[in-house]
């Protein structure tokens, strides 16, 4: 989705920055790591997409 398109580049920097895991990712925000991983590469797109790019985004405050 190309709206959430930086949101979602942003977090890959963030998770690659501190050497996460889609599991320790998805452990943060109760989803499982094959979910985070669709969301933040763009399998998955949408409004639970969406909303789960921004949870991220708050849980780490990512800007």
């Known amino acids: ?3 959430t398109l930086e ?4 977090i890959l920097e ?3 920055s501190k050497n996460m895991t889609y599991e320790q990712l998805g452990l ?5 790591p ?5 969301v933040l590469t763009g399998k998955k ?5 969406n909303e789960l790019v921004l949870k991220i985004i708050q ?3 990512i800007k």
């Open 1 to 3: 989705m190309p709206e």
């Open 7 to 10: 949101a979602r580049k942003r």
């Open 14 to 16: 963030y998770k690659e």
């Open 28 to 32: 943060m925000v109760n989803k499982t």
């Open 34 to 38: 094959v979910y985070v991983q669709e």
């Open 45 to 49: 797109t949408g409004p639970r997409a």
């Open 59 to 61: 849980v780490f405050g």
